[in-house]
Each structure stands twice: as structure tokens, then as C-alpha cells.
């Protein structure tokens, strides 16, 4: 992408003038490059967007020519991969391997997106189950919520985006989409792609690029918009929350994922996972591996194996294929996640690997031990290439350790007692527990979402789409 980039708002096909208040400026969090500029648009901008979303949806799209389209967009994506990927490189910081991930998992949400716009229906209701109801056949059918506002989050620019927009084609539902204001080149990219090069119509699908405070709110507060998808932290999801609480809104939130290593699990495989699990996308990820609980028999070994497998870790420009860590997303981000690692060691914390900032600017991956669950390290979601490590006696204090959360994503447990196993199922108040891998683990199919402040919502394209449609019971009499 260039370094000068002017890119057309709303719709994205064409627009008459827009009250834009200027534009914003973008640079690369790696090296504060400039890669473009985009409109500041205002309420306005929203409000031109969501009508035309109304508009369009006034002429559906049957089911087959939304699934085409889906199936087209993973055809054109798969076949712009490495565009896509230096785009999200760049805008993100994300290693640019990480990257060539992420666009591939776009892909297969499509593909699933599109098996669900075929095969989305209702269900046959037996109404000659009750005397009054002899004679009629009842169904219910899956139609349309309404337009869709879908508000993205800046460390998936790709993927988490393709998990709004393609369950939302697929149930026949246009869509206004506010990208991260650090991250919006890959929403653009993706729209023109749809609308250029897939088939969809323009209406359909608009990018308002601006602020939360603007573009944001104008998108929650627009009475015609039927239902918000959003990703991000927990105070601005259940802001929205709060602000629209006539809406159906789907909330997923943050983390701060925990990972139980019993003495006769695979230690040692667990530590190889956890140096991808927790430094991934320097660990700025919902469910980035955090809160490392290690049975107390094995503490030493296994730390000495953890500290043996991130320092091969390579730190530097996203755009060098050797790179597996690069920035966070912003300066004051790596200010916050430093300042969290200094006042945990305050607390009694030691950091036993890492810790400094490079001269690029980039926080190497940082391992600090005598964790306590009262540090921000521990018990709010670090977002930033950190895993804290601490001690337990018995796997019922585990437990008790991982619960002792405000968040409920994803959780996971190293074992070969099955029975162990199936306890830390039970027991582990969690959207998803994961046995014998890293609480980092996500296939793009299942239902993905948590409980308390990680959200309410399960996304994955079946269970998306059927939050973004309604019932509707038909009887018909005799």
C-alpha cells in the first residue's frame, strides 16, 4: 500500500459528497511510517450508510447468490493472499507469517459463511400436538434481522472482520462496518473486494472509517440499526450495552486465559505452545495465553523449558519473515504493559526473561514469576507479550486460581488423567475449556465467546447467523 492513501468512504462503490470533518492519518506501529490517510467521517456519513444498507435490503438477495459471493470472496482472497498479508503486516505489526495465517483462516470463514447461507432454515413445529392445533402445519422460517452494524478490533483486522460480515451476508443482512482507526486499510481492501470483484452489491456493504466517539456511537444510537457486533475491551462493549439496550447486541471481549500444567501432562509440549500461545502478535489477542499455573513438583523444570523456548524468539520488523514478535499497536500500549510488568515486580514479582524494550522500540517477550492473582498481570487482560507463572499444590487450587477471574473466555488444562480432565470441564467456569492444548486455540467453525466480562455472544458462522436473523412461526390452517 502506498504512503499517501486517499480512500473513497461511504459506499464504498461511490458516494455524493460527504460532511467529513478531515481525514486521519495512519502510520505503521512498527516504525511510525505513514501508510495512508482515511476520512474522519461524522454521524452523517452513518446515517447515508445505514439507509442505503435499508435500502438494499429491500431487494434480498436470495440464498444462493449470497453463498456465491461467499464462495467467490474465499476464491479471491485465497488468491490475493500475500496483498492481504502485507496489509495487515504493515497496519497491524503482526509478523507477516502470522499474517499469511490469518488471511487463511479468512478464507475458511467465508467457505463456512457460505455453507450457511445455503443451508440456513427453520424447523417443521408439530401443531397437532395439542388438540387446537390438529389440522395445521406449522414451520418457522429464518429471516433477516436488519442491518447489521459490526465495530472491529485492531488485532485481527482480517479475520474478525470477515466473522461479522460473512454471517451477516449469509442471513441476508447488510452491514455498516467501523474499522479499529489503527487498523482500517484491511476492511477496505476486503469491501472493494466484495463489491468489485465478488458480486456484492454496493449497498450492502459500507466502511466508515473515524473515532469510537463519533462514527462509533452514531453507528449504536441509529434506530435503524437492528443489531451491533462488536469485538474489543469489556468497559466499551458493555458501554454499548448500556447505550442500546433495545438492540441485540453481541459482545466479545477480553480475557486473561489461564492454562493448568498437572505433573503427568506434557510439560514439555506445553512450553513449546505457550512460547507461540503467549507472544503471538506480541500476545494481543483475547485469548493469548496469560496466567500460567504450574504444579509445584515441576515448577523449575518446566520454567527452565519455557525460558529454553521463548528466547528463541525473534524480535523486530513484521515485514522480515524471521520475525515471530514485533510492536504493539501503539506507544502508550507499551508504556501501559511495561508499567504492569514494573509494578508487579514491586508486588514480588520477578522477571525471569525479558522485560527490556528494544532500540526499534519493541518489548521483548517478558516471563515473570511468583505471580499473585492480585497483580494487573494476573487479574486483568495484559494484551502485550506477557505470561505470568505461578505455583499451586493441587489441582483443586488450580482451579480455584483460573476461576478467580472477572473474565471467562477460553481456559486449558495439560493432563493424562481423564479423569482430571473431565473435573477441570466441569469445574473451569469458562466459554470453552481446551484439555491438553493451550487456551489459545480457536478453529473459526466453533461457537467462540465467553461468559462475565469476556462477553455474551458465540461467534463462529452457524452461531452468528442465527443471531442475526429472527424466527418467524407460519401456521397454515386448513
Known sequence: MSTDVEVTPVPLAGSPHLATSGHIEVRAPFDGSLIGRVPACTAGDVDRAVRAARV?????????????????????????????????AREAAKPIKTARVEVDRAVGTFQFAAVEARTLVGEVVAMDAIPAGEGKIGFTMRVPIGVVGAIAPFNFPLNLVVHKVGPAIAAGCAVVLKPASQTPFSSILLARMLIDECGLPAEWLSV?????????NAIVDHPDVALVTFTGSPDVGWGIRARAPRKRVGLELGNNAPIIIEPDGDW????????????????????????ILVHESISVAFID?????????VVGDPLDEATDVSALISTSERERVCAWIDEACVEGGRVLLGGEVTAEGILRPTIVGDARPSMKICSRE?????VAVATYSDVAEA???ANDSDFGLQAAIFTSNIGTALDAVRTLDFGGVIVNDVPTFRA???PYGGLRDSGNTR?????????????????LGA
Open 56 to 88: 438494499a435490503m429491500s431487494q434480498p438477495l436470495p440464498a444462493w447468490k449470497r453463498a456465491e459471493i461467499l464462495d467467490r470472496a474465499a476464491g479471491r482472497l485465497a488468491a490475493r493472499r500475500e496483498e492481504f498479508a502485507r496489509v495487515v
Open 208 to 216: 466508515v472509517t473515524g473515532g469510537g466517539s463519533t462514527v462509533g
Open 268 to 291: 514439555k509440549t506445553a512450553a513449546a505452545k505457550i512460547k507461540v500461545a503467549g507472544f503471538s502478535h506480541a500476545g494481543q489477542s483475547c485469548i493469548s495465553t496469560q496466567r
Open 305 to 313: 523449558e519455557l525460558r529454553r523456548q521463548v528466547s528463541t524468539l
Open 382 to 386: 495484559v494484551f502485550g507479550p506477557v
Open 399 to 401: 482451579l480455584r486460581l
Open 444 to 446: 473459526d467453525q466453533q
Open 459 to 475: 461467534e463462529g458462522p452457524a452461531y452468528s447467523v442465527r443471531e442475526m436473523t429472527e424466527i418467524r412461526m407460519v401456521i
